[in-house]
């Protein structure tokens, strides 16, 4: 077993291999339901070991709520909950409310939605700014104040929020301070042909998801938050990943770029991915392939680009990959996989 170098004189490192393992069983669960996207349930479980929150961008009946109760019913014990967000959702219907009791009279907390270990907030740009404003705290601390009184959240705690990116009407659009606080964004897309015949059949008399069992216990979840932080990450690739990101400050593609935030939500995203595909280190494709889902919601784009971004987000987001490569060129052949230290 690897043991990483971060890993506390005495104490004994998490085995990495058991923390994969804990990734396969709730991929293998969740694809049973969830049919073709396990690369997207892979990244959003990542972001998940790394105690990050996701935001699904994407059309309507694209799975993005099924995602979600099946990564809840996979969990043991597991408390999930749903906010379906409209305009009239106030900040107490997420966070819960004061009500007065004439038996003890006094008054008792109702805890809201947000006490849940996974909360699905649909249709997140639904909501008024005030009711998505009540999210932050929970998102940023995992607690939520409420008549003065600050409550912690249940741990785990994951938020997956949905937004719909073509009908805008009635929406209200996420503000940068709670984009910055989602750990990354991606899309399910649509199921290829062969696999949406086999969703036809899989829900021809119930949806599969309601047979769902736990695959995966809170200690294994404890193990998995303690095995991303012990994935080696070369010292050359932890600095290309923080001059990736300061290159998105210096771009003309970009207004503004993204904050000390997106680095370390990059390089804790490279560990978590590493680990969910069997490695015990990271190597530069991680990196790569995350830069888009972490970044890209993070980065506020210069006017022009923006309209390009509506028409068509993936070829901007290659064009913000290609000029910040330019900036911060790929790790050369000094580094090899072969510097994670030795167990």
Not at 227 to 254: I, S
Not at 309 to 324: L, T
């Amino acid at each position: 077993m690897t043991v990483s170098r971060f890993t506390p004189e005495g104490a004994a490192a998490p085995d990495l291999s058991a923390a994969t393992q804990v990734f396969d069983r709730l991929l293998d669960n969740i694809e049973t339901v969830v049919v073709g996207k396990r690369d997207v349930a892979r990244l959003v479980l990542a972001a998940f070991a790394c105690r990050g929150h996701v935001l699904l961008e994407d059309v309507p009946g694209t799975a993005k709520t099924i995602l979600a109760r099946a990564i809840a019913a996979s969990l043991q014990d597991a408390v999930s909950a749903r906010i379906q967000c409209t305009p009239d959702l106030q900040p107490t219907d997420v966070t819960g409310l004061s009500v007065w009791d004439p038996q003890t009279r006094r008054f008792e907390f109702r805890p809201g939605p947000v006490f849940a270990n996974v909360l699905l907030v649909d249709e997140i740009n639904r909501a008024l700014p005030k009711a998505q404003s009540a999210l932050l705290e929970a998102m940023a601390e995992q607690q939520v104040t409420a008549d003065g009184v600050t409550r912690s959240l249940p741990d785990p705690f994951l938020l997956i929020a949905t937004e719909n990116p073509i009908e805008q009407e009635g929406t209200f659009p996420l503000p940068e301070a709670q984009l910055d606080r989602f750990f990354l964004r991606t899309s399910l897309g649509y199921p290829t042909a062969e696999e949406e015949v086999q969703i036809l059949d899989a829900q021809l008399r119930e949806h599969p998801v309601s047979r769902l069992k736990p695959v995966v216990s809170r200690e294994d979840v404890v193990h998995l938050f303690a095995a991303v932080n012990e994935v080696y990450v070369d010292p050359l690739l932890k600095r290309w990943t923080v001059d990736l990101v300061r290159a998105t400050r210096e771009l003309d593609l970009v207004d503004l770029g993204a904050s000390v935030r997106g680095s370390l939500a990059l390089e804790r995203a490279a560990r978590a991915w590493a680990l969910a595909v069997g490695r015990e280190y990271v190597v530069p494709d991680d990196i790569e392939l995350l830069f888009a889902p972490v970044l890209g919601h993070r980065l506020i784009l210069a006017p022009d680009v923006l309209v390009d971004e509506r028409v068509g987000g993936e070829d901007v987001q290659q064009r913000i990959w290609e000029a910040c490569l330019e900036r911060a060129p790929r790790p050369g052949p000094e580094w090899q996989p072969a510097t994670a230290p030795a167990g």
